[in-house]
């Protein structure tokens, strides 16, 4: 029996990846694309991890969709790969109760270590249309060196889709989430500003997303952000100051993004 090394966030972050391996296998690159936290985690260095996985679909019916995602989960190699990280079992979604519409699909997944944890994951996908451009890129190496994984190549949205996907979110949910705002704080060094090209986002949009940022308290950020932080960057996030700094990073970079329109 090998020593567990890996937390829960750890052996979440592990199916994840293990998983979009197995549906690359399945299917084609350009009927999936990663979207959210997961992408932001693999491909523009985000220290939040993700407890669920979220994709956009296109392509595969609500049955077809169904019935690969349960191969996958059910497959014994699938199960064989995943063991040697300390996770020995998975509980897959009840699909008769499970939520399977022709806009969302919902696989609630429950992860069985070799200490007894019981992890919740969840994996969506929506079609309700591409939002943004999708690359083909591997997983960094600083990622999969954790794990001593193979390469995996994985469909997903690059920066400026993320950024536009993230300002709706801050813009439009009714209760705005403190992951969406310091995603953008994440996402804010790597925007690549194009003179030829606008950036897609509606000043009022803009506008909304700014009162919005300052709304979201240090309690939720604490509560709901922080437990998902690498364990390093816990302590240094962990204080009402740096929040304030977070927003104030948003806030600005949204400043930036509503210049471009003059």
Do not use: C
């Not at 943004?132 to 794990?147: F, H, K, M, N, T």
């Amino acid at each position: 029996m090998t020593k567990e090394i890996y937390g829960a966030l750890q052996f979440r972050e592990i199916f994840h990846l293990e998983f979009l391996r197995q549906l690359a296998r399945r299917m084609k690159q350009g009927q999936y694309v990663l979207k959210g936290g997961v992408n932001l985690r693999l491909f523009f260095r985000s220290f939040r991890y993700s407890e669920d996985m979220d994709l956009d679909i296109s392509g595969p019916g609500v049955d077809g969709l169904k019935e690969t995602v349960m191969r996958i989960l059910q497959s014994p190699s699938f199960r064989e790969t995943l063991a040697p990280f300390g996770i020995e079992g998975i509980v897959p979604p009840d699909v008769a109760r499970a939520k399977q519409t022709l806009t969302n699909q919902r696989f609630k997944i429950h992860l069985v270590t070799r200490a007894g944890e019981d992890l919740f994951t969840k994996v969506e996908f929506s079609r309700r249309g591409f939002s943004g451009r999708a690359i083909v890129q591997a997983v960094p190496d600083i990622i999969l060196r954790e794990y001593k994984l193979p390469p995996l190549l994985v469909s997903h949205y690059g920066v400026r889709s993320a950024v536009k996907q993230k300002v709706a979110a801050v813009a439009g949910w009714p209760a705005v989430q403190a992951r969406d705002v310091f995603d953008l704080y994440i996402l804010s060094p790597q925007w690549k500003s194009s003179p030829e090209e606008n950036n897609g986002l509606s000043e009022s949009e803009l506008t909304k997303a700014r009162q919005n940022i300052f709304a979201v308290g240090f309690e939720q950020f604490r509560d709901t952000v922080i437990p998902y932080l690498s364990f390093e960057e816990q302590s240094v996030y962990d204080r009402a100051s740096a929040w304030d700094e977070v927003r104030l990073k948003a806030d600005n970079f949204l400043q930036e993004l509503k210049a471009e329109h003059v």
